[in-house]
């Protein structure tokens, strides 16, 4: 069960409060990740290189508290994970 969070401690109420005027709040990002690592350890173990991928995004979006967080109304919920 999502917990609201609180909007007047919030650090990011401003930017919040931004985003909710735009017509289409969203943003993007790109960045290059070295994954030789990975496809190394997925080749000795015969693991899904796409699965394993998946695996670890999921991992970091839940470690990220604002990555758990969705917009309900006015306000801001947080959940447990991803």
Not at 17 to 42: E, H, I, K, W
Request: proline letters at 6%.
């Amino acid at each position: 069960m999502p917990a609201f969070v609180n909007m007047e401690e919030y650090p990011r109420r401003d930017h919040f409060r931004y985003f909710c005027t735009l017509q289409n709040p969203f943003v993007s990002l790109t960045v290059p990740v070295d994954v030789t690592g990975l496809v190394a350890a997925c080749k000795a173990t015969d693991v899904s290189f796409y699965l394993a991928v998946i695996h670890a995004v999921a991992n970091a979006a839940n470690a990220v508290p604002q990555f758990r967080q969705r917009v309900r109304g006015d306000s801001i919920v947080q959940y447990d994970g991803c």
